[in-house]
């Protein structure tokens, strides 16, 4: 951590978390002062504070030969943890909290830091010393969530903390940020007070908008308007600067005064700050916006924006926007990268809250989704996102909120085909978008392709219970638009079944299958009748009710009718009213179109089906050599610093580190060894060409042959035809038929791996029939089975089935190199043989690449 972190305290309040520096000397001394004698004593066993002033000259000496962490709050030094090392793989630990920040959870912070920072120095254990009367440090070593043992002698506690991170680690890190980083929100999304900083008397002002927004949604606490030029704005006096102890601060003032304004919220206290003002990354002044993040981090402040249009809480009738609407209240919370796209999903949302990120230089829809997902006023998640900040942090929280609650999401800039330098047939696949999706399903968020599906799809979630199958029954008023909607059903995937004869009674013109068709002259109690049976028949599990306007009864009398129908029912009910989008008595969600109302309901049963299944049963991790690849990796970086392709025989000893199974292979360089190898195989043998070629493509594959001599004679001819490209060649066993599938791997920065498996052979990007995850991979068959080849493996028209089993694991041993080794840029293993006895690799292509340290997924921070 060369510059540190900045991390949430349980409060909601930020430290920054850094390496100890030996300017730091006076600050840790002026710490010694301001703690009590009684701290003084618990940390370092004896009176006073001559100790600890001594202490301090040491560990910022040059003599000093430990590690040690400190942590900032208001541009003071207030922490200290060091771990000093020992014999044997263990550290000697000991940390130091001012006083004036205990109970605030540093101390758990510090020792997770300090915990993550000695296993990636190689430390096994950290051992302490602790007097029974420290019950502060006693609980926090019990609470941290790492395995520990402890004895008591002579009134001290002996403690020795494995420093390996376990899955209850995980769950404690997890469940700390998570209160963190509500604790920070709630004081943005629920303030006590809001001050708006350049609130003018123009009307058409955003400042004044705001002011008049929070007027008149009637916001229950203290308002007040800064401005120093005016006395009066909207009825209320004006300050010349923000007050002390406001919760909230909305800015407003051209982009040159919102540094200095920043300072004076931090001066004045404030905890959240929402800058409206445009004028920073957007137009390349990305300077600017660190430094406004600076000043909010250093104070504790939580940023919304810049760049943005405001916070809403309808419960907390806190409407902090300069939108022209009033939001009306729902159980829908909105987030918008985009402030024109999130004024127009208010437009036709009810929301529980709304939080328009601007620029997100520090709110993000991670945070947000951490907030919502307790918040009671919110059923369903509807993000707009352009960009992703921390993608796999996404992915974990995400995880977890969509087993509660359904998170939406449209993100745009879906084109783009990635880096056309790659060579492998997985990178050219997996392309930025498609990492995108293969993250969210992992997560099982609800990616959706535009704004209209958000809204639809949101409607329906937040309106109706989740379907308990896809069994659909289509009732209504016109044979054309019920046929068009069962259409759209058997397309997306649901079933619209035969219903039971009987159920049904109707006029003679009728047509009581399914669709059920009550013909134009079906009048209101008609309909809502046939709704209220079809609800109650254990054969459905969902009604659409298809009506067209303005036949029957009329539309507001037709719209009564289904709405008292779906009351007597816990089964999801919806309508298609032709021409008509909205909500029928606020409870049933109703589509213009019938291909609306089936796509909507095809996402809200894939949802629900996916949250319906148990969880996956927690399996060991495949077993690993992974110290050995690091080596490997690391060697071959140490070699070629700018990376490369490894050697056939490199691969093969990467791959064999995780069990991967390879055809044996001979790595040769001429005519006269390639023969010899052949001697040394067995025949038949195949002879590939190595090098920066596609071998199917320049005739580098020769197959079958049975004789050294036709194996000399095959290298010469390949290496006349490849020429300079071909820079060596392989030998191999011939393997048995079988299905070619390829396993394939790649690394984005951002996103981190992505697994792939396919069609292989020469086939691989001919039928693009491909299946992603990301990593550890969980379903590997259920990830094969998605594949239009599956049925080859399982035994296609009386041909055996192959070992789908074999084919499984290597995935999920893949998913394990890929998520162990951030250097492996590419990977190929294409073909991998399927056969009854196995899955078996005949080719690897592997590319390492340098890339950045990357702190653990365990260390908490901010972005």
Request: charged share 20%.
């Amino acid at each position: 951590m060369p510059e540190g972190y900045d991390v949430l305290l349980r409060d909601g309040n930020i430290a920054h978390v850094r390496p100890l520096r030996p300017e730091d000397r006076r600050s840790l001394h002026e710490l010694v002062d301001r703690s009590s004698e009684r701290s003084a004593y618990l940390r370092f066993f004896t009176g006073g504070r001559a100790t600890a002033h001594a202490y301090m000259d040491r560990v910022t000496s040059d003599e000093y030969d430990g590690h040690a962490l400190v942590a900032g709050m208001h541009d003071r030094l207030v922490a200290v943890a060091e771990y000093l090392p020992l014999a044997d793989g263990r550290a000697d630990l000991a940390i130091l909290i001012d006083d004036a920040v205990h109970g605030h959870g540093l101390g758990t912070l510090m020792l997770e830091h300090a915990a993550l920072d000695a296993a990636g120095h190689g430390v096994r254990e950290l051992v302490a010393d602790v007097l029974a009367e420290n019950r502060p440090m006693i609980r926090v070593l019990r609470d941290i969530g790492l395995d520990v043992t402890q004895r008591f002698e002579g009134g001290t506690l002996h403690v020795a903390i494995a420093a390996e991170p376990t899955a209850r680690l995980r769950e404690s890190i997890e469940s700390r940020d998570h209160e963190a980083g509500r604790a920070s929100l709630s004081r943005v999304l629920t303030p006590r007070s809001v001050a708006v900083i350049g609130a003018g008397r123009n009307e058409r002002s955003i400042g004044h908008q705001v002011l008049r927004n929070l007027l008149d949604g009637g916001f229950p606490g203290p308002l007040y308007a800064v401005n120093p030029n005016a006395t009066e704005v909207a009825g209320l006096p004006c300050q010349a600067k923000v007050p002390a102890g406001v919760d909230l601060a909305v800015v407003a003032v051209p982009a040159e005064h919102v540094l200095e304004v920043a300072h004076d919220c931090a001066q004045a206290g404030v905890t959240g700050l929402v800058v409206l003002t445009s004028g920073f990354a957007e137009t390349g002044k990305r300077s600017s916006e660190s430094e406004l993040l600076k000043i909010c981090r250093s104070a504790g402040m939580r940023l919304v924006g810049p760049n943005c249009l405001g916070v809403v809480n309808t419960a907390a009738r806190l409407n902090a926007s300069f939108l022209p609407h009033h939001p009306v209240q729902g159980r829908i919370a909105l987030m918008s990268q985009s402030g024109a796209i999130g004024a127009a999903l208010l437009e036709r949302l009810n929301v529980s809250s709304f939080v328009s990120v601007g620029n997100k230089a520090d709110v993000s829809g991670n945070d947000l989704l951490e907030y919502w997902e307790d918040d009671p006023g919110t059923d369903v998640i509807a993000l707009y996102l352009e960009s992703f900040g921390n993608p796999r942090k996404f992915a974990r929280i995400a995880r977890r909120v969509t087993a509660r609650k359904p998170v939406l999401l449209v993100k745009s800039g879906r084109g783009g085909a990635g880096d056309r330098a790659v060579r492998s047939h997985t990178a050219a696949a997996a392309t930025p978008d498609v990492a995108v999706d293969a993250l969210v399903r992992a997560a099982g968020v609800i990616r959706l392709d535009s704004v209209p599906d958000l809204i639809d799809t949101s409607k329906l979630l937040a309106a109706q219970p989740l379907p308990k199958g896809r069994r659909v029954a289509i009732v209504g008023n016109s044979g054309g638009p019920q046929a068009m909607a069962a259409d759209a059903c058997e397309r997306r995937g649901l079933t619209v079944p035969e219903l039971p004869p009987g159920l049904l009674n109707a006029r003679p013109a009728a047509a009581l299958g399914n669709p059920i068709d009550l013909t134009a002259a079906a009048s209101a109690a008609e309909i809502g009748a046939a709704v209220g049976k079809l609800a109650a028949s254990p054969e459905v599990d969902v009604v659409l009710v298809v009506y067209t306007p303005p036949f029957g009864s009329g539309l507001e009398e037709t719209r009564q009718a289904i709405a008292g129908a779906a009351k007597t029912t816990d089964k999801t009910v919806l309508a298609c009213v032709i021409g008509h989008d909205g909500l029928i008595d606020g409870r049933i969600p109703s589509y213009a179109f019938p291909e609306q109302a089936v796509d909507a309901l095809a996402h809200v049963v894939h949802y629900a089906e996916r949250r319906s299944r148990p969880a996956q049963p927690v399996t060991p991790a495949p077993r690993s050599d992974d110290r050995t690849a690091r080596e490997i990796a690391q060697a071959e970086l140490a070699e070629h610093p700018g990376g490369g392709w490894l050697s056939p025989t490199a691969a093969a000893r990467l791959l064999r580190c995780y069990g991967v199974p390879l055809v044996e292979s001979v790595e040769v360089n001429g005519p006269e060894a390639a023969a010899q190898a052949a001697r040394t195989v067995g025949s038949p043998v195949v002879l590939k060409a190595v090098g920066p070629v596609h071998k199917s493509e320049v005739g580098g594959v020769r197959l079958g042959l049975r004789t050294p001599e036709e194996v000399r004679h095959a290298y010469a001819e390949m290496s006349a035809r490849i020429g300079g490209e071909m820079t060596a060649a392989i030998v191999q066993p011939l393997v048995p038929n079988g299905v070619e599938i390829i396993v394939g791997g790649v690394n984005y920065p951002a996103f981190g791996p992505l697994v792939m498996v396919g069609m292989g052979g020469v086939t691989a990007d001919l039928l693009a029939d491909r299946a992603f995850r990301v990593p550890p991979v969980t379903d590997a068959r259920d990830m094969i089975d998605e594949l239009r080849c599956a049925p080859l493996l399982h035994g296609y028209r009386g041909s055996p089935a192959l070992d789908v089993a074999a084919l499984a694991e290597q995935l999920e041993r893949i998913g394990r190199l890929l998520d162990d080794l951030p250097e492996v840029a590419e990977l190929d293993l294409n073909p991998v043989i399927v056969t009854p006895d196995g899955a078996t690799t005949v080719d690897a292509r592997i590319r390492i690449a340098p890339c950045p340290p990357t702190p653990s997924p365990l260390l908490r921070h901010l972005r």
